[in-house]
């Protein structure tokens, strides 16, 4: 049996209560049931007058591209996620269909959107955590009271560590070329 898995993505993007979790129908197991059924119904226009064993196996057929398909797309786009960008990234095959697939970014994006929206606090609540402090609890500070700092002082010292490397080496190169003579 030959099956275009570009046409079966292409019907099961056309009725989201198959894959989008923030749809209404997607927990409703009947409806999902339904939607399949318009699915077979459309790759395989003798889909009703086929008996229950082929019937099986289209079903069977037509849902495990679909979940393979999803996966191959899932794996292929963390593969990218976690690949490092320029020079020390290699170049990774992309999926065949991953742009097909990207309709499925919609599903956890509204997962992502959920999950923030649950775990927002009423700023209330926030606030009352944190200590309030008045300016009069803070002490003043003129502009003699900071430090400057001009960086000549890191600088120097820079030089000074920098000439006793240079002295340590030249040492280092006269002992040794007094020895080889």
């Known amino acids: 049996m030959n099956i275009d898995t570009e046409r079966v993505i292409a019907e099961v993007r056309l009725r989201p209560a198959l894959w989008d979790l923030s ?22 226009p003798d889909y009703n007058n ?11 057929i037509v849902q495990q591209r679909w979940k393979t398909a999803r996966d191959a797309y899932m794996r ?31 599903k956890h994006q509204a997962e992502v959107e959920d999950s923030i929206e649950s775990n927002q606090a009423t700023p209330s609540a926030i606030n009352q955590d944190i200590p309030r402090i008045s300016n009069q609890d803070v002490p003043s500070m003129s502009s003699q009271d900071i430090p400057r700092s001009t960086g000549l002082e890191v600088n120097t010292e820079l030089q000074k560590s920098v000439a006793q490397e240079n002295s340590t080496e030249s040492n280092f190169r006269n002992k040794h070329s007094n020895k080889n003579q």
């Open 23 to 44: 749809n209404e129908l997607y927990k409703d197991r009947d409806a999902r049931a339904k939607f399949w059924l318009q699915v077979f119904e459309a790759l395989f």
């Open 50 to 60: 086929e008996g229950d064993d082929k019937k099986k196996e289209i079903k069977k």
């Open 76 to 106: 292929c786009k963390n593969v990218l996620k976690n690949t490092p960008s320029g020079s020390g990234g290699s170049k990774k095959k992309v999926y065949i269909y991953f742009e097909d697939m990207k309709f499925l970014d919609k």
